[in-house]
């Protein structure tokens, strides 16, 4: 798939969050058994889709459909599923299908969208903005550029309007933005740019731009074209003038309860937009002051159980996370926790879902701030309720995060104990010959081999490369995951030139088919550097060490404690070798990585 795909994949399943829990709570005459049934096809799709089984995908959801169809008429929950078979169909390659399965579902939706729009337009609005991103992306495909245009434009201007989880709204923008480039490499502009060129302000477009909607509403559709097209000060610039108006406006509108104003979903959703063009600036100072004025707004405004106000404080959390500020993350997220349980209690879906994910940050927060034991309560909480509401993959993704805080503790017993209840969730919900099953297979090994288990963890790791052969292709890149697991328990075990061998068998697969997926390269080749330090041939082990750092390097998301230990590793290397001056270069390296992290 695509870097651009993935992104749109990204956008489409982000938004099938809010869908099914809306649309489905507007069916009460349903039978309970078909329900259940049709549910647990498309639970089953779900599943398929995401471990990238699109065929399995497309047959489980047809069948979700046909089983749907015995019970009801056309409605929201139907136009749901076809929007995942249409997604199934799109990933596996098949435009036309996919093209053609979104305009039923956007036939069906739009009656229903249009009617409910001045009262509960939410669900059946997310669901609309959800079938007009992937029949864009379809078009985009098969070189529909002017229509994918079109239907992306109609998406960006009903998405502002239905307050969209958190994150919706500016991933929505940056696809577009990929549209934008698209159709830039195929020299052609997009139809505002042509009518307004980025230099004019936007009082020069107001007085001769017919049906205009008010100010605001033009200010951010200029922002989101200069966005398309990385004019980040000029997007930065229209947001803030955005911000103005509706804030204007506001204070002449006020409403008979105290405190309570129009526009402001409106004036949050601007201020949001604009700290993330900030932020992508570089401004982290502007970004910041801007994140904690949507804040405010949020306080003032939004009663305090409100979902909109556990969004702006987890927004927040999530800033000062990247700017490592652990300290100042915490409370605000712990708080937005507090709003999301009180949620839960509602029976809400969605706030079972924002709960689980602000539980895994603040898990990670705690874990920075070395409180393990919060860290530890805050997933296993996020566990039990992703494994109460019968998502078990998203459950055993939560342990697989416990399990590794228990590792960088050396609780390995702990460790291992996660890793058998991951499983376990795993075989349940996916069957014991799954491809994921036998991935963590391999990874429950390596915990084994840990606790010094290593008949057990020899076994598990045997198993698991056998039921990933059986699953995938003879050099998928998947493969080289378990290989290296294998090719470790034989080194610890003195058996150098096994392991070798389980290496370098890696090593081929990954140099074959450059993907992401599987281990890293830059691992495997410092994995053979370790096996040649141990052998004594040092020349060949500092060849292999710099090749993998520079693959590291090169990777598109460098983790900077993964780099500052291979340096360290070099620089070991270059001392046996003697190699003063390439020493000093590294140790240079060091002191400006070190500042970045």
Not at 140 to 150: T, Y
Request: aromatic fraction near 6%.
């Amino acid at each position: 798939m695509s870097p651009f795909r993935n992104r749109l994949a990204i956008v489409a399943l982000g938004l099938s969050l809010a869908v099914l829990s809306s649309c489905e709570s507007s069916n009460v005459n349903r039978s309970t058994t078909t329900a259940a049934h049709w549910q647990l096809l498309r639970d089953q799709g779900f599943v398929a889709f995401i471990y990238g089984n699109y065929k399995e995908a497309q047959l489980k959801y047809g069948q979700a459909l046909a089983e749907l169809r015995k019970s009801q008429e056309s409605d929201p929950v139907e136009a749901a599923l076809l929007t995942d078979l249409a997604e199934a169909y799109q990933s596996d390659g098949s435009y036309e299908k996919s093209r053609e399965t979104y305009k039923i579902a956007l036939q069906i939706i739009n009656p229903h969208y249009q009617l409910e729009r001045q009262t509960s337009a939410y669900g059946v609005g997310t669901l609309l903005v959800k079938c007009l991103v992937g029949l864009a992306q379809s078009d985009l495909e098969i070189g529909n550029n002017v229509e994918a245009d079109r239907l992306y434009q109609q998406a960006l201007r009903i998405a502002p309007q239905l307050l969209l989880p958190k994150g919706e709204l500016d991933r929505l923008s940056a696809s577009y933005r990929n549209i934008v480039q698209s159709k830039f490499h195929q020299g052609t502009m997009s139809v505002a740019e042509q009518a307004a060129g980025e230099d004019n302000e936007p009082s020069a477009n107001l007085t001769t731009r017919p049906n205009l909607p008010d100010t605001w509403q033009f200010l951010r559709e200029q922002a989101f074209e200069h966005y398309a097209s990385h004019s980040l000060e000029l997007a930065a610039k229209r947001l803030r003038n955005a911000v103005d108006q509706i804030s204007s406006k506001r204070k002449t509108h006020k409403l008979a309860s105290p405190g309570t104003y129009l526009m402001t979903s409106e004036l949050l959703t601007c201020i949001t937009e604009l700290a993330i063009v900030e932020q992508e600036l570089g401004d982290e100072l502007k970004a910041e002051s801007t994140w904690r004025e949507a804040l405010r707004l949020s306080r003032a405004e939004l009663w305090p159980g409100h979902p909109g106000l556990a969004d702006s404080l987890g927004r927040l959390a999530r800033f000062l996370k990247s700017r490592r500020k652990f300290s100042e993350a915490a409370p605000l997220l712990a708080e937005a926790v507090t709003i999301r349980e009180a949620g839960l209690k509602t029976g809400s879906n969605l706030a079972a879902s924002s709960l689980s994910s602000d539980l895994e940050e603040l898990g990670f927060i705690y874990y920075h701030l070395k409180k393990f034991d919060l860290a530890e309560k805050s997933l296993k909480r996020a566990v039990e309720i992703e494994t109460k509401s019968n998502k078990l993959v998203i459950a055993s993704i939560r342990l697989d995060q416990l399990a590794r805080i228990y590792s960088l503790q050396n609780r390995f017993q702990d460790e291992v104990a996660a890793r058998r209840t991951k499983l376990h969730l795993l075989i349940s919900d996916l069957g014991p010959d799954h491809l994921e099953v036998g991935k963590n297979l391999c990874t429950l090994g390596t915990a084994l081999a840990r606790c010094g288990k290593v008949d057990e963890a020899e076994h598990a790791i045997l198993n698991g490369i056998a039921i990933q052969q059986k699953c995938t292709e003879p050099d998928d890149p998947l493969l080289t995951d378990g290989l290296m697991a294998l090719g470790n328990l034989y080194r610890t075990q003195g058996k150098l030139g096994t392991a070798r061998a389980k290496f370098q068998q890696a090593l081929k697969i990954k140099g074959k088919k450059h993907s992401s997926d599987g281990a890293k390269l830059s691992e495997i080749l410092t994995a053979l550097s370790d096996l040649d330090c141990t052998e004594g041939n040092i020349p060949r082990a500092n060849t292999l060490q710099e090749r993998a750092l520079a693959e590291e390097k090169q990777s598109a998301a460098p983790d900077l404690g993964r780099l500052e230990w291979m340096l360290a590793r070099l620089r070991d290397i270059q001392t046996r070798l003697g190699n003063q001056n390439r020493i000093e270069e590294i140790n240079q390296e060091l002191i400006e990585l070190r500042k970045k992290m």
